[in-house]
């Protein structure tokens, strides 16, 4: 079974604090994604990754960076977390572009104060 | 890109009773669907998915019907169970391109 880990599930951090959000996935996945998850909005796309050091903004990067050295982890970054950042963040991988089904991580509720 | 919606936000259904879970999308060149289950507390799960050269595929105790004319697809629950309520999101999309999901329809199961 494909497993995708996020390093906390609760998360709470002033604002203007620097945030590190780590996912790891074991399947030795190609892309990986980062959305945010907000009541009446659904799920966002951040940023996605389709190769290591490689990044591609999604619909809402803006406030965020990624970093990927690796190809089973993929970071989010929020350089100075907002309260409007409070949020469910949500990591997903999939094996390649020509495969649809993303595998979600369980997710970070993140509440920034 | 893609606007998705979902005809209601929350559903409320007897236990044993059909559910049915509608989503509208906006692209027509959108070729492939996915519907995902969001448990309380977990990521989304794939649960079912079709290709838009069909109209309808079931799976156990789900259909999903698709309807390109009118880019309408509705997610069906045969008998449903507690444990399955949950969130439903639809996905959209095409190969390589599947990043848009509605905004859900809450499920929830009256025993």
């Known amino acids: 079974d494909v497993k995708v880990t996020q390093s906390s599930r609760y998360l709470v951090k002033r604002t203007g604090e620097k945030v590190f959000l780590e996912c790891v996935q074991d399947?030795?996945?190609?892309?990986m994604f980062w959305y945010r998850q907000d009541p009446g909005l659904g799920l966002r796309l951040i940023y996605f990754s389709y190769d290591v050091k490689m990044k591609e903004k999604g619909d809402i990067p803006e406030g965020y960076s990624v970093s990927r050295e690796k190809k089973e982890r993929f970071s989010l970054i929020l350089e100075s977390a907002s309260t409007n950042q409070t949020s469910m963040y949500l990591c997903?991988?999939?094996?390649?572009?020509?495969?649809?089904?993303?595998?979600f991580g369980p997710g970070t509720r993140l509440t920034v104060l | 890109g893609e606007s998705v919606g979902l005809h209601l936000p929350t559903l409320s259904v007897q236990e044993g009773d059909n559910s049915i879970i509608n989503c509208a999308y906006s692209?027509?060149?959108?070729?492939?669907f996915i519907w995902y289950k969001q448990e309380s507390g977990k990521g989304p799960q794939f649960i079912i998915d079709i290709r838009s050269n069909m109209d309808k595929r079931q799976g156990q105790r789900v259909t999903v019907l698709l309807n390109k004319t009118v880019k309408h697809l509705s997610l069906q629950i045969a008998a449903t169970q507690p444990g399955d309520s949950a969130v439903y999101f639809c996905?959209?999309?095409?190969?390589?391109?599947?990043?848009?999901f509605g905004t859900g329809t809450s499920l929830t199961v009256i025993p």
């Open positions: 997903a991988s999939i094996p390649g572009l020509s495969y649809n089904e993303q595998f």
């Open positions: 996905a959209p999309g095409n190969t390589g391109n599947q990043f848009y």
């Open positions: 399947m030795d996945h190609e892309n």
């Open positions: 692209n027509s060149a959108s070729d492939y």
